[in-house]
């Protein structure tokens, strides 16, 4: 009998649940736990390997180890996946509308769509260090948050970037992530950061809209910044993993996918 995605999503999750508390499993093992047949384990192996959630090895699996984007340099992140984060970019800036007042935090998703919004008259509040190479149009009005500037990543953090955004109020709000799911919401490895997108989300009275190219679907990190309850859109990319798309749309989430 052929089974609903549901059920498969759920046991997929929870042959990932058991790698994440063993690292490594063997498809008996495997077998046993979820008590299925090798043929299945195999299966659901080969798929969530594709997804690069795991590694196969002979006779088993292992946990797949990801590299927190926020430990990696912005001038690496820039380059990766650029021509997804750069259509994802355009998209998020012809939803803003002139005259906006715009919240737009770090990373290298929203510089992209900070570049596209030079063809629009708005006021754009960021902690994005690096957000003054990308405005050329005087009709923008580009204002930094101020705050301590983590190297890095190029964002403004910490009191005085938070105290600054709490004092705006914004008509939209463009985010981007490390990770976003639909049990988890938008996570990040930099706790600071959680303040200052939780602040931007509080202080919008327009749409809360998330970037986040087709890698960073389903991906978790250490700390809750925004729960998916307070998303309105998400903007990704067709490398975007679909059973969790899926989900989050299940969360009352549009999900605007671009073809790149």
């Known amino acids: 009998m052929n089974q609903t995605r549901e059920a498969i999503s759920q046991r997929q999750k929870k042959l990932l649940d058991y790698l994440k508390e063993h690292n490594t499993a063997r498809v008996s093992d495997l077998c046993r736990h979820l008590d299925v047949s090798e043929i299945t384990v195999r299966r659901d192996l080969n798929e969530l390997?594709?997804?690069?959630?795991?590694?196969?090895?002979?006779?088993?699996a292992r946990i797949k180890k990801v590299k927190p984007e926020n430990d990696v340099a912005f001038e690496e992140k820039g380059v990766r996946h650029?021509?997804?984060k750069n259509a994802i970019g355009r998209e998020a800036a012809h939803l803003v509308e002139n005259g906006s007042t715009v919240f737009l935090n770090s990373g290298s998703t929203t510089l992209a769509a900070l570049k596209y919004l030079n063809e629009k008259n708005v006021r754009i509040i960021t902690n994005n260090a690096l957000a003054p190479t990308k405005i050329y149009n005087d009709k923008i009005e580009l204002i930094l948050t101020g705050g301590e500037c983590r190297c890095r990543s190029k964002s403004l953090i910490g009191d005085q970037a938070v105290t600054m955004?709490?004092?705006?109020?914004?008509?939209i709000c463009i985010l981007g992530v490390n990770g976003i799911s639909a049990e988890s919401g938008t996570t990040t490895s930099i706790h600071q950061e959680t303040a200052i997108n939780d602040m931007m989300v509080k202080n919008?009275?327009?749409?809360?809209?998330?970037?986040?190219?087709?890698?960073?679907?389903?991906?978790t990190y250490?700390?809750?910044?925004?729960?998916?309850?307070?998303?309105?859109?998400?903007?990704?990319?067709?490398?975007?993993?679909?059973?969790?798309?899926d989900k989050i749309r299940e969360k009352g989430v549009r999900v605007i996918i671009i073809n790149v």
């Open 204 to 219: 919008c009275h327009g749409p809360v809209i998330v970037v986040a190219d087709g890698s960073k679907i389903g991906r």
């Open 222 to 245: 250490d700390f809750i910044s925004i729960d998916i309850s307070r998303i309105d859109i998400l903007i990704t990319d067709s490398g975007a993993n679909a059973a969790e798309l």
């Open 49 to 60: 390997e594709n997804q690069k959630l795991l590694e196969r090895f002979h006779g088993g």
């Open 82 to 84: 650029e021509a997804q």
């Open 165 to 171: 955004v709490g004092n705006v109020l914004a008509d």
